[in-house]
């Protein structure tokens, strides 16, 4: 992994593929829509099929809570996993509140982060911040109900995990420099909005994935094949949109 800012593509060569928990999450709801939609047309009989869809997000839990074929992410994974068997039980009819019910269980789990240590949560109606120094190579914001803006002017950045809840997330990352290439940053929202702005000529690869949201990136493409410093945004957007652009 090379020491400075960019990272050199080199020539361009064919992948091998990788079976990960992001395409079979995309090829499971792929099915469950195609499903759906000739369940309703009266085209197909996919009634007692299309209740099992939960099974999709349990499958993805787990991989987030073990790190198979997916960043592992102990927090984030239960929660997947949780909210899949509620809505599997509830489709069944053993259970009758939907998931609508248990949103505040979201702020539980911001909660659990805040008490161990882990991020920055917003407390305030509106908060804004520069990040400066040798300790802010990472950065962790949480923010429920809130809006929150970082502006990162560090030279070694090494990545971000952003959780917002009901709240805005805005980082600002045109000062900064990479540490290496590629810099993941995860990204999850569920009923607000992270914006991530991005210095002109950074490459930025988008996994990041949206149930009921949007996922925009409004950043210039760089050619193939060129040196250019990489950042990777992964996470989901649920009832809520991520944004990234210059």
Known sequence: MPDDATFDLGAPRPQPFRLTARLLFGIGLLAVGVLWTLDNLGMARAGEAVVWWPVLAIFYGLARLTGLTARRGPMIGLVWIFAGVWMLLHNLGYVHPGLEALWPLFLVAIGFRILSGRGRWAYRVQSRSVVTGDDAGIVH??????????????????????????????????????AGGPV?????????????????????????????????????????????????????????SIEIRH
């Open 141 to 178: 914001c949480d923010v429920v109900m809130a809006s929150v803006q970082r502006r990162v002017t560090v030279q070694d950045f090494r990545g971000a995990e952003l959780n917002a809840v009901m709240g805005n997330v805005e980082m600002d990352l045109r000062g900064a420099g990479l």
């Open 184 to 240: 993941v940053i995860e990204a999850s929202c569920v009923m607000g909005g992270i914006e991530i702005l991005v210095p002109y000529g950074w490459r930025v690869v988008d996994e990041t994935t949206s149930a009921l949201g949007r996922v925009e990136n409004h950043t210039r493409p760089v050619a193939a094949g060129t040196q250019a410093p990489t950042i990777v945004v992964r996470g989901s957007a649920i009832m809520g």
